[in-house]
């Protein structure tokens, strides 16, 4: 069993619609959650990050962490066509395993005109 | 501020071969981070560099190897490589400190081919 479980996809929504991408995970000592959003072919690129339990926004963009639960989701709202790329949950324990990241596998979004 | 850099973009080898790979951080930035990313394996941590020591190693094998210079450049190379090493590498830097000093920033990768 992978250390952090994400849905591969894929999601094809209508633009304006409400995305949710979520994330599981197994290691409790994971404290520090980001998303990262990649388009094909370019390297991922940081959306959110947060180390505490509940909600945070930003824009669009509204991330979710229940520790209680170890699960993670990020939501679109207002999805537009610019959004279609492949989201990737990442979390660290801030331990031993400084500078190392655990990614989920990445689900791939498509948002249609 | 300029983003991290990778060099070079798209390479192709051949099975035996070595190669090298190299990552100009954020300016600043003193941790780098080396990843794979493959359809089937996804991200997978290869090692992290700070200020020129490696601080942490994933499972690959030796032929797997980097380093750090003075400046924060950092370089891995590969070895003998195999056809499996196909993927996109990844580098990523950041302050290397608490959150939020650690989060990472990716370049755009380096794609390799093994023929």
């Known amino acids: 069993q992978k250390e952090v479980e994400q849905d591969p996809g894929p999601l094809s929504v209508p633009e304006g619609a409400i995305v949710s991408l979520n994330c599981t995970y197994s290691?409790?000592?994971?404290?520090?959650f980001m998303w990262y959003r990649q388009y094909s072919r370019k390297g991922p690129e940081l959306l959110m990050y947060?180390?505490?339990?509940g909600n945070k926004e930003d824009g669009r963009f509204t991330a979710q962490v229940d520790k209680s639960s170890k699960y993670i989701s990020l939501f679109i709202r207002d999805s537009q066509p610019s959004d279609s790329a492949t989201y990737l949950c990442?979390?660290?324990?801030?331990?031993?395993?400084?500078?190392?990241?655990?990614f989920g596998r990445g689900t791939q979004l498509t948002v249609w005109p | 501020k300029a983003g991290v850099t990778q060099t070079p973009r798209y390479l192709i080898k051949t099975r035996g071969q070595q190669v090298t790979l190299s990552c100009s951080p954020i300016s600043g930035h003193r941790s780098v981070s080396w990843y794979q990313q493959t359809p089937g394996q996804g991200l997978q941590f290869l090692f992290e560099y700070f200020s020129e020591t490696q601080r942490n190693k994933g499972n690959f094998p030796g032929r797997f190897s980097g380093r750090q210079f003075s400046n924060s450049r950092s370089e891995m190379n590969v070895s003998t490589l195999e056809l499996g090493d196909s993927a996109l590498y990844l580098c990523?830097?950041?302050?290397?400190?608490?959150?939020?000093?650690?989060?990472?920033?990716f370049g755009p990768g380096t794609r390799l081919l093994v023929l």
């Open positions: 290691n409790s000592a994971f404290q520090y």
């Open positions: 947060t180390y505490s339990s």
């Open positions: 990442a979390m660290s324990d801030r331990g031993s395993t400084l500078g190392r990241l655990y």
């Open positions: 990523a830097s950041s302050l290397g400190g608490a959150p939020p000093q650690e989060t990472q920033y």
